[in-house]
């Protein structure tokens, strides 16, 4: 029974990664069956919102903050975590260098969005930033810039290239989230993910998901992970 922050940065890490949440429709694993001990059939956030939940909520932030596991909206943009033996694997896969400012090459290659460079630009000068300091920051603080600030997030996030830093409370509502460069959060991974090969980081992460899921065929990685079907194929193979 996974009752402390310990515990559960070790079933991230023998899982490899899984969803903090059980999200319909997506088959991976989740932090939060694995703490009920129970299967997420017919899961419903708000009705099953606990003491347990809670604890997953805190638990989340302090994860990556410990440099125990990535936190983030990654799979479908839900909340992931990815172990640090699987971050070099993924990281390698979403064609980043592992410089902290590989954003700038990245904008100039088409491959960034500008409002995503700003963000991340941002934060690699002045470090681990806050929402609000972010949205004050880059001036984005109407309701319509808030969905454009959340899109260069969802951008970011999804290139694995910024990653959930602890919390700041910055209001006397919910405290807010923090945001830092993942190779300044986990330098040692991003090394490792430099000396993969794009072949051998799917083969392995093809190898961990038909572990968690064996019934899971390569178009379902494909789906999951955003690989080309031929490289899904490839990668079970």
């Not at 515990?7 to 490899?16: K, L, T």
């Not at 899984?18 to 899961?43: D, E, H, Q, T």
Request: hydrophobic letters at 45%.
């Amino acid at each position: 029974m996974i009752k402390t922050i310990t515990q559960a940065a070790r079933y991230v890490d023998r899982v490899g990664f899984c969803l903090l949440f059980p999200i319909k429709g997506v088959r991976l694993p989740s932090l939060w069956a694995a703490v009920k001990g129970r299967s997420p059939r017919n899961f419903n956030l708000v009705a099953d919102w606990d003491s347990t939940a809670m604890q997953l909520w805190e638990w989340k932030d302090e994860l990556p903050r410990r440099r125990l596991c990535w936190f983030g909206r990654y799979f479908h943009a839900k909340k992931s975590l990815l172990s640090l033996k699987f971050l070099p694997c993924f990281y390698r896969l979403a064609g980043n260098s592992g410089a902290t400012n590989d954003h700038e090459r990245l904008f100039r290659e088409g491959q960034l969005t500008a409002d995503a460079r700003a963000l991340c630009e941002h934060v690699h000068k002045h470090g681990p930033q806050a929402t609000l300091e972010l949205r004050y920051a880059l001036a984005w603080v109407s309701k319509k810039q808030n969905a454009r600030f959340k899109r260069a997030l969802a951008e970011l996030q999804s290139r694995l290239m910024i990653v959930h830093w602890g919390v700041k409370a910055e209001t006397r509502a919910w405290e807010s989230v923090v945001y830092e460069l993942t190779p300044r959060a986990f330098p040692q991974a991003v090394r490792a993910a430099r000396k993969l090969a794009p072949e051998e980081a799917r083969r392995r992460i093809a190898a961990q998901y038909r572990k968690l899921v064996p019934s899971a065929a390569p178009a379902d990685a494909a789906r999951l992970f955003g690989w080309p079907r031929a490289d899904a194929e490839a990668a079970f193979r």
